[in-house]
């Protein structure tokens, strides 16, 4: 019911609702949207948050709990198996290996470039070359040519991370590692 109508009847009490709905012309008013709940980051960078620095993470705080919780979601998503040898492990021996290296700020949080490498494998990779084209061909097989060609022209396309880039990803995967457990 719209606000217009109630205050009507209200001052009318003795006309009954035909003649208001013939006089009047109901409104109805949207529902005012909420604006969404923010995260506890996410509200820390809001103008408010920044009145509070002290109370701001730090960066290398943030890429801590980031890789972290990447880290813990590719692992589990891939069922703490190494991809290469089939190795099943578990948190301490299991890592989250990147196909394209770490330097590539871009790839770095990419769920299609990280996967599960057993300790022995993700070292092979990172300094046998030929290990590494083990990882590549394995890639390829489950992915395709194209991915890959794609990923390794657009590699270096973003230098640095920001502070909000971290924020996101500790957001989103806070949430899907809820999920997934
Ligand atoms: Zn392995």
């Known amino acids: 019911m719209g606000f217009l109508y109630r205050k ?4 009318n009490k003795n ?5 208001l709905t013939d006089t009047f012309q ?7 949207i909420k604006p969404p709940k923010l995260s506890k980051y996410q509200r820390l960078m809001t103008k408010k948050g920044r009145k509070h620095k002290k109370s701001l993470p730090s960066i290398s705080s943030l890429k801590k709990k980031a890789n972290l ?18 190795f099943k492990g578990d948190k301490t021996t299991i890592d989250n ?11 770095l949080f990419s769920e ?3 996967h599960a490498l057993c300790k022995k494998c993700n070292y092979k990779d990172w300094k046998d070359g030929t290990y590494h084209d083990v990882y590549v061909a394995w890639f390829i097989k489950n992915y395709g040519a194209f991915p890959y060609a ?4 657009r590699k270096d396309s973003i230098k640095q991370l920001k502070r909000l880039d971290y924020l996101e990803i500790i957001d989103k ?3 899907k590692s809820w999920t997934i457990r």
């Open 112 to 114: 299609l470039n990280c």
């Open 97 to 107: 290996g990147h196909l394209i290296k770490r330097s590539s700020k871009l790839f």
């Open 150 to 153: 794609d990923m390794v022209e």
């Open 69 to 86: 919780l990447f880290s813990n979601f590719i692992r589990s998503r891939d069922k703490y198996t190494c991809v290469l040898c089939k």
């Open 8 to 11: 009507v009847f209200l001052k």
């Open 173 to 175: 995967y806070d949430q």
């Open 26 to 32: 109901f409104v109805s008013y949207p529902k005012p």
């Open 15 to 19: 006309m009954n609702k035909k003649i």
